[in-house]
């Protein structure tokens, strides 16, 4: 059994540039949740992907976006970047059952952006 | 209020000894709960989800209390091995998941 897979592992990039972060579910799991976390905070919720489709949204602008794609993989896109959006990057998967996606979340190892 | 509150420590505790944290969470409607553990530069992992009747894993015990909408960790005979960040998880019923800012633990030798 794979596990959840993202990259790049680190990135760094420029005020203004556009950055897109990529990650694979672990076997099995069609639903995918991204999570942006600063130092020493708690990961915040971005968005949640389940059928191709944005299910659930956390309190981020538009300039962040995303995709799934049909093998459940996703990718995060950020535009216009800016310097407090340099943090660790993280990817959950968990099955959905029809009605909500399970309980349990597992998570890849993060990409971590800085933003110069 | 924020959504899910926890001490962030650090909590400098000897190894052997028994150690609790507790989250508050201000969402009455809040359905699941969670304890995840972080070590430094790595992914949080599940170390248990929250029953209202309480559970137990070895050394460690989760409560709920939703009266006064809060749950608690407990770790017992504490190990080296314990230290790390634990990030209290709330679930609302939108499907919509809170992460605390954590709580940093340090065992000591």
């Known amino acids: 059994e794979t596990g959840v897979t993202q990259s790049p592992t680190h990135l760094i990039k420029t005020r203004g540039q556009q950055v897109t972060l990529r990650c694979s579910s672990q076997s099995g799991h069609n639903t995918v949740s991204w999570y942006q976390q600063a130092l020493g905070q708690g990961p915040q919720f971005i968005f949640q992907?389940?059928?191709?489709?944005?299910?659930g949204r956390g309190n981020f602008p538009p300039r962040f976006s995303g995709l799934q794609f049909p093998n459940y993989s996703s990718e995060l896109n950020v535009n216009a970047l800016e310097l407090d959006d340099s943090a660790l990057y993280l990817c959950a998967s968990s099955p959905h059952t029809g009605y909500s996606s399970t309980d349990t979340q597992y998570f890849g190892p993060g990409t971590r952006l800085t933003v110069l | 209020r924020k959504e899910v509150e926890q001490d962030p420590g650090p909590f400098n505790v000897p190894e052997g000894a028994t150690v609790a944290f507790n989250c508050t969470y201000s969402n009455s409607a809040s359905q699941s709960f969670f304890w995840y553990r972080q070590d430094c530069r790595k992914e949080p992992k599940l170390l248990m989800s929250v029953y209202s009747s309480g559970n137990e894993d070895g050394r460690f015990t989760a409560q709920l209390n939703r009266a006064s909408q809060y749950i608690s960790l407990l770790i017992r005979d504490s190990k080296l091995s314990d230290s790390a960040t634990y990030l209290c998880?709330?679930?609302?019923?939108?499907?919509?998941?809170?992460f605390g800012k954590g709580t940093r633990l340090h065992i000591l030798p």
């Open positions: 998880v709330v679930k609302d019923g939108d499907d919509k998941i809170i």
């Open positions: 992907y389940y059928r191709e489709e944005e299910n």
